[in-house]
């Protein structure tokens, strides 16, 4: 019934096929998640009368009221000052330091016979003023107002020392008494009054020097007590902090049947996403950047992903499928969610997809189809309108997936997916306890029951559908999971029993193999499990006539002396045929068939064809060579290595580590030089590695060993 289109499938290109299949699986998406982003919306404009009662969907905040709130609290917090009584200090030193310039300048009285004339008085004088605006450069950056005339300059200079250390000392009493008070912004002018006053009525102030400390006094006079911005700010912060948000909640009537929407409410309808309008298309839009997001990392990830076009295929076709399980898992849920008062999505199970696609394809494949489902997870079940994703889910799904691929590990038995399932519920309980401690809300005892079930029931659930799906997908896209090769790997199978108790030769052959071929495959990346359940069962044709082979042979009679050489020929060839038909009627995985099939690719038959050319008959080689076709995989190209090194080497007589690693070389070097590698993706160097490690292992196996005394 669907062979037609298994075959159309076959013949397409995988980039046209995966195109198509990824476009409708967009398509697809968007119709499941469209229902959980259109949400119902009200036609509504201020001043009208409410058609319905109208509740909220969600608890939001009412940030416009919060803020009003918070503000009108703010507004309340008094301004934080700090005094500061190095201030006073300060600009008594520059009062100290002022006059003594003055003094300096001024220099010591000296008794001179000869008077100075009126002109070299006035270059004195000059010198002075000159020598006193240089020193006061430094004041006056620091006080830029204080700023004095020549005159002011020179009336000073021609007081006695005596009276400018008087006037100095009372200037810095007067600063320090006015300034030891708390002077903010608004008391400047005061202060300076003040200070203006105790100078005028001052006697130690010449009269003709008045103006001149005034001004002196004016400009040193600042704020001492000034305001601590980070004080008042931390202040104002934690006023607006112990305002508790304004909250339209969940289930609370924001306007009534018949009532008028006034702006208050209208803008509460706005805040709860209930109100329809040219907006109201976003979310549409944004579903669509979404889907195709989703859809552009799924063509990416396999137009990147170096593989066989079959096994991209097989791949893509399982990824899909897997994730639209999910995603109807998600639907209903969402349905139901309703109407329950607890997140009913904790009890998704968040390992299947992860553990279901790793078994069934790769590791890398696995934690793109978490995240997917983690994000899509996050849309679909999320509440009301005040969110984009509902983000504990999505992370809920996320961080059990990852989990349960690190438990998983490189195993595929049932024993091993129930751990993983034990693993994954426990961590599902530890990010529960997250989700729940982060809402700071309190919680009844039965929701905390509900809640610790739900992560238990997510583990086990995904441990319990991974396994009870498995069989299914391994049927219908004749898929070799791990899981499959271990089962396969039973020496209990029927066919392994049969290879046993009837080829016992070739039992222990095909066991030879599979060890060498194993290590071989796991050295470059390949796939050590599937060579070695494939060497297994790689000569089951060997039981049709087990007494033509030499390892079944016991007795010492060869039947093949008795035979022409194309009769040996065809008994020998048709092993590899016959084991593939064998493995086709018990339903066996391709992988296993291909390998029976294409071990010995087309390989020549040299003994044979020797003998016959050697009897004098006309023969070629294409007659005496394999059916094929050659390896088309590295596994089975490192298996037909395998093959015939145990084989030539179980013939030596006196194995060495050299004349191995020679044989070795030579048979891959002769298999090489025949093409049969042409088909499949093993290149020089992990040939080379290939031959030093089957090398290693042969060296174990064919160890000297002590001779013992008689």
Same mark, same amino acid.
Request: proline letters at 4%; charged letters at 25%.
């Given at each position: 019934?669907?062979?037609?289109?298994?075959?159309?499938?076959?013949?397409?290109?995988?980039?046209?096929?995966?195109?198509?299949?990824?476009?409708?699986?967009?398509?697809?998406?968007?119709?499941?998640?469209?229902?959980? %982003?259109?949400?119902?919306?009200?036609?509504?404009?201020?001043?009208?009368?409410?058609?319905?009662?109208?509740?909220?969907?969600?608890?939001?905040?009412?940030?416009?009221?919060?803020?009003?709130?918070?503000?009108?609290?703010?507004?309340?917090?008094?301004?934080?000052?700090?005094?500061?009584?190095?201030?006073?200090?300060?600009?008594?030193?520059?009062?100290?330091?002022?006059?003594?310039?003055?003094? =300096?300048?001024?220099?010591?009285?000296?008794?001179?016979?000869?008077?100075?004339?009126?002109?070299?008085?006035?270059?004195?004088?000059?010198?002075?003023?000159?020598?006193?605006?240089?020193?006061?450069?430094?004041?006056?950056?620091?006080?830029?107002?204080?700023?004095?005339?020549?005159?002011?300059?020179?009336?000073?200079?021609?007081?006695?020392?005596?009276?400018?250390?008087?006037?100095?000392?009372?200037?810095?009493?007067?600063?320090?008494?006015?300034?030891?008070?708390?002077?903010?912004?608004?008391? #400047?002018?005061?202060?300076?009054?003040?200070?203006?006053?105790?100078?005028?009525?001052?006697?130690?102030?010449?009269?003709?020097?008045?103006?001149?400390?005034?001004?002196?006094?004016?400009?040193?006079?600042?704020?001492?007590?000034?305001?601590?911005?980070?004080?008042?700010?931390?202040?104002?912060?934690?006023?607006?902090?112990?305002?508790?948000?304004?909250?339209?909640?969940?289930?609370?009537?924001?306007?009534?049947?018949?009532?008028?929407?006034?702006?208050?409410?209208?803008?509460?309808?706005? #805040?709860?996403?209930?109100?329809?309008?040219?907006?109201?298309?976003?979310?549409?839009?944004?579903?669509? +950047?979404?889907?195709?997001?989703?859809?552009?990392?799924?063509?990416?990830?396999?137009?990147?992903?170096?593989?066989?076009?079959?096994?991209?295929?097989?791949?893509?076709?399982?990824?899909?499928?897997?994730?639209?399980?999910?995603?109807?898992?998600?639907?209903?849920?969402?349905?139901?969610?309703?109407?329950?008062?607890?997140?009913?999505?904790?009890?998704?199970?968040?390992?299947?997809?992860?553990?279901?696609?790793?078994?069934?394809?790769?590791?890398?494949?696995?934690?793109?189809?978490?995240?997917?489902?983690?994000?899509?997870?996050?849309?679909?079940?999320?509440?009301?309108?005040?969110?984009?994703?509902?983000?504990?889910?999505?992370?809920?799904?996320?961080?059990?997936?990852? %989990?349960? +691929?690190?438990?998983?590990?490189?195993?595929?038995?049932?024993?091993?997916?129930?751990?993983?399932?034990?693993?994954?519920?426990?961590?599902?309980?530890?990010?529960?306890?997250?989700?729940?401690?982060?809402?700071?809300?309190?919680?009844?005892?039965?929701?905390?029951?509900?809640?610790?079930?739900?992560?238990?029931?997510?583990?086990?659930?995904?441990?319990?559908?991974?396994?009870?799906?498995?069989?299914?997908?391994?049927?219908?896209?004749? +898929?070799?999971?791990?899981?499959?090769?271990?089962?396969?790997?039973?020496?209990?199978?029927?066919?392994?029993?049969?290879?046993?108790?009837?080829?016992?030769?070739?039992?222990?052959?095909?066991?030879?193999?599979?060890?060498?071929?194993?290590?071989?495959?796991?050295?470059?990346?390949?796939?050590?499990? +599937?060579?070695?359940?494939?060497?297994?069962?790689?000569?089951?044709?060997?039981?049709?006539?087990?007494?033509?082979?030499?390892?079944?042979?016991?007795?010492?009679?060869?039947?093949?002396?008795?035979?022409?050489?194309?009769?040996?020929?065809?008994?020998?060839?048709?092993?590899? =045929?016959?084991?593939?038909?064998?493995?086709?009627?018990?339903?066996?995985?391709?992988?296993?068939?291909?390998?029976?099939?294409?071990?010995?690719?087309?390989?020549?038959?040299?003994?044979?064809? %020797?003998?016959?050319?050697?009897?004098?008959?006309?023969?070629? =080689?294409?007659?005496?060579?394999?059916?094929?076709?050659?390896?088309?995989t590295k596994e089975i190209a490192i298996i037909s290595v395998a093959d015939s090194v145990e084989a030539a080497v179980r013939s030596m007589k006196e194995p060495t580590s050299q004349k191995i690693?020679?044989?070795?070389?030579?048979?891959?070097?002769?298999?090489?030089?025949?093409?049969?590698?042409?088909?499949?993706?093993?290149?020089?160097?992990?040939?080379?590695?290939?031959?030093?490690?089957?090398? =290693?292992? #042969?060296?174990?196996?064919?160890?000297?060993?002590?001779?013992?005394?008689?």
């Amino acid at each position: 019934m669907f062979q037609p289109l298994k075959n159309l499938i076959k013949s397409l290109n995988f980039n046209y096929l995966s195109l198509f299949v990824i476009g409708l699986t967009a398509i697809l998406l968007f119709s499941f998640m469209y229902g959980n %982003v259109k949400k119902e919306t009200y036609e509504l404009k201020e001043f009208q009368i409410a058609p319905d009662t109208i509740r909220s969907v969600k608890t939001v905040e009412d940030t416009v009221k919060t803020e009003q709130e918070r503000q009108r609290a703010a507004n309340e917090v008094s301004p934080v000052y700090h005094f500061s009584e190095d201030i006073a200090k300060n600009r008594q030193a520059i009062a100290t330091s002022f006059f003594d310039f003055l003094i =300096e300048v001024k220099g010591p009285k000296t008794e001179s016979e000869d008077p100075p004339d009126a002109e070299e008085l006035k270059k004195i004088k000059k010198e002075q003023i000159a020598k006193m605006r240089k020193k006061l450069e430094k004041l006056e950056a620091e006080v830029s107002e204080l700023q004095l005339s020549d005159d002011a300059i020179a009336t000073l200079l021609t007081l006695d020392t005596d009276i400018l250390m008087n006037m100095q000392k009372r200037l810095v009493s007067i600063l320090g008494e006015e300034m030891s008070k708390p002077i903010r912004t608004g008391d #400047l002018s005061t202060s300076r009054y003040e200070v203006e006053r105790k100078i005028r009525l001052d006697d130690v102030f010449p009269q003709a020097t008045i103006q001149s400390m005034q001004a002196i006094g004016r400009s040193l006079v600042v704020e001492t007590e000034k305001e601590n911005e980070e004080q008042t700010k931390a202040q104002i912060a934690q006023a607006k902090e112990s305002i508790e948000p304004t909250r339209i909640l969940q289930g609370q009537v924001i306007v009534r049947e018949g009532q008028v929407v006034d702006r208050d409410v209208h803008r509460q309808l706005k #805040l709860a996403g209930l109100l329809t309008n040219q907006s109201s298309v976003k979310p549409i839009a944004g579903l669509s +950047l979404f889907v195709l997001f989703i859809a552009f990392i799924l063509f990416l990830h396999f137009n990147t992903w170096r593989a066989n076009s079959s096994i991209k295929k097989k791949a893509l076709f399982i990824v899909i499928t897997i994730f639209f399980l999910l995603v109807i898992l998600m639907k209903l849920i969402s349905l139901i969610e309703k109407d329950f008062d607890v997140l009913l999505a904790f009890l998704f199970p968040t390992a299947l997809a992860p553990m279901l696609v790793k078994l069934l394809t790769n590791e890398r494949l696995a934690i793109m189809t978490t995240i997917i489902t983690a994000a899509t997870a996050g849309v679909m079940l999320q509440e009301g309108f005040a969110q984009i994703i509902q983000m504990e889910v999505a992370l809920y799904i996320l961080l059990g997936g990852m %989990v349960s +691929l690190y438990f998983l590990g490189n195993g595929g038995k049932r024993s091993t997916i129930l751990q993983t399932s034990l693993g994954v519920a426990f961590f599902n309980m530890l990010f529960i306890a997250f989700y729940l401690l982060m809402t700071q809300s309190t919680y009844e005892l039965k929701e905390l029951i509900f809640y610790s079930i739900a992560a238990i029931t997510s583990g086990i659930l995904s441990g319990a559908l991974t396994i009870g799906l498995m069989p299914f997908f391994e049927t219908a896209f004749r +898929l070799v999971s791990d899981m499959r090769l271990i089962e396969l790997s039973n020496p209990n199978h029927p066919l392994l029993k049969k290879v046993l108790t009837e080829t016992p030769g070739t039992y222990h052959h095909s066991i030879m193999v599979a060890n060498l071929s194993d290590a071989a495959c796991e050295s470059i990346g390949a796939n050590g499990l +599937l060579a070695r359940v494939g060497c297994y069962y790689h000569d089951i044709g060997k039981t049709i006539r087990p007494g033509f082979f030499i390892e079944n042979q016991h007795a010492g009679k060869n039947p093949h002396d008795d035979l022409p050489p194309e009769k040996s020929r065809d008994i020998i060839i048709a092993h590899a =045929e016959d084991g593939a038909k064998l493995l086709e009627r018990h339903k066996m995985p391709i992988e296993i068939i291909d390998i029976a099939r294409q071990h010995h690719g087309t390989s020549l038959l040299k003994f044979f064809f %020797v003998k016959a050319r050697d009897s004098g008959v006309d023969v070629t =080689e294409e007659q005496y060579r394999y059916r094929g076709p050659k390896p088309q995989t590295k596994e089975i190209a490192i298996i037909s290595v395998a093959d015939s090194v145990e084989a030539a080497v179980r013939s030596m007589k006196e194995p060495t580590s050299q004349k191995i690693a020679a044989l070795v070389r030579n048979i891959v070097s002769d298999k090489l030089n025949d093409g049969q590698f042409d088909e499949c993706d093993i290149s020089m160097k992990e040939l080379k590695q290939v031959e030093k490690v089957i090398c =290693e292992t #042969l060296n174990g196996t064919f160890h000297n060993r002590i001779e013992y005394p008689e």
